[in-house]
């Protein structure tokens, strides 16, 4: 059966739209109220244990901003886990739970009152089912309309892409380590105003150059996302390396500026924000049957699972940032770094939850020392060996703190 994209379009009543933004969230000494612009459809709360934390979803809402807590609130955040849907979520100091909460006359306010609670009562709270609120009926928003739909068949879905070979000992007890070459195919990537070199080209290069290497130390497996001129999205590069079972992916690109006097190496690791909402895009997506390191998200429920997947992904970014200072400090007497090397962005390939990833922007194409650097085959041996034995020392020590 072919999968259908189903377009809604042309709202019937755009003022019954839902539309109310949170725009404050007041901390009171024995109560919490939340204020809405406008009309909002309704609300849930449930528990999260482990961090401790309460959640509520507001149904018709968009998120406003975070503030710091007070009082058992740590602090409070604010996302949009669905159009429709604003979600606020009050990190605890200590067990507490939701009680006398309800809705103001206008149904422009919500105020509830927490309750100090054991941390077993608030763990069995976290296991119940979620606290439903409805607004007055005559001050609730009502969700709009449908006129018409048009249904759009997209065919089959195309099959996963064939996994590259994995070269180097034939040792599956050792790492392996997926370098996944940036850009590609009918996307070059960044040009150099000097030499006309393409990203893809030389990324390529890098690639194989690392590879060369790590296989050469006899210490590790690797595998190349491309070992070719095509193109990959991005979602198939770090799921490559998830569905290989890698034990660290590199991103290898040549970064670009206006400013041709800008030069040196980065490297970017993932950031906390990006990857909250990447990981319920994840589960959302795979229907919770996914493996994610090693367990099962399918046998949980949403909470449960939702709660694996933020400590997987915090553990592996932690593991990644490790590697990204440690691959500064081996290479750095070989590669110009910039000031701050180390940075933090939401990039794509950086977001598989469960593999330690790095994107190592190893120069500026559009400077002409770097893009020579970049492009000579005494450079890409240079960046090689500044890979090499960050990768070495990085399951070293890995080695070294399982056998404690």
Not at 41 to 60: E, H, K, Q, V, Y
Not at 89 to 113: E, N, W
Not at 341 to 361: N, Q, Y
């Amino acid at each position: 059966m072919g999968f259908v994209l189903v377009l809604f379009a042309m709202i019937l009543n755009p003022a019954t739209a839902l539309a109310g933004t949170i725009r404050a969230v007041e901390i009171g000494k024995d109560e919490v109220t939340l204020r809405f612009d406008d009309l909002v459809a309704g609300a849930s709360t449930f528990i999260l244990a482990g961090p401790d934390r309460i959640a509520l979803d507001i149904s018709g809402a968009e998120a406003g901003a975070a503030r710091e807590g007070a009082g058992v609130i740590r602090s409070v955040r604010q996302g949009q886990p669905n159009a429709d849907t604003a979600r606020v979520v009050l990190d605890l100091v200590q067990p507490a739970i939701v009680s006398d909460a309800r809705f103001g006359a206008d149904g422009r306010s919500l105020s509830f009152r927490l309750r100090p609670v054991s941390a077993s009562e608030f763990e069995r709270a976290s296991r119940g089912p979620r606290t439903e609120l409805q607004p007055p009926a005559e001050f609730r928003a009502k969700p709009p309309g449908k006129r018409y739909s048009v249904t759009v068949p997209i065919g089959k879905p195309k099959p996963a892409l064939p996994l590259p070979a994995i070269q180097g000992p034939n040792n599956p007890r050792l790492p392996l380590v997926v370098i996944d070459a940036g850009h590609g195919g009918h996307d070059p990537g960044a040009l150099s105003p000097h030499s006309g070199k393409r990203e893809k080209d030389i990324t390529l290069a890098l690639a194989k150059a690392v590879r060369d290497d790590l296989v050469a130390s006899g210490r590790v497996r690797v595998a190349l996302t491309r070992s070719d001129d095509r193109f990959l999205v991005l979602e198939e590069r770090y799921g490559i390396a998830r569905r290989l079972k890698a034990d660290l992916f590199i991103s290898i690109h040549a970064d670009a500026a206006e400013n041709e006097s800008a030069s040196g190496a980065s490297v970017y690791t993932l950031s906390e924000v990006a990857s909250d909402r990447e990981a319920a895009r994840l589960a959302a997506r795979e229907n919770k049957a996914n493996i994610i390191n090693g367990i099962d998200l399918g046998a949980h429920s949403s909470d449960v699972s939702s709660i694996l997947l933020d400590l997987t992904q915090r553990e592996t970014m932690n593991v990644a940032s490790d590697f990204a200072r440690l691959l500064q400090r081996e290479a750095a007497n070989d590669v110009k770094f910039r000031t701050t090397a180390h940075r933090f962005a939401s990039f794509v390939v950086l977001k598989a939850p469960d593999t330690p990833s790095v994107l190592f922007e190893t120069g500026f194409i559009s400077n002409k020392s770097d893009a020579e650097f970049l492009a000579s085959a005494a450079g890409q041996k240079k960046v090689a060996r500044g890979v090499r034995d960050a990768v070495q020392i990085h399951f070293a020590r890995q080695i070294a703190a399982v056998g404690r």
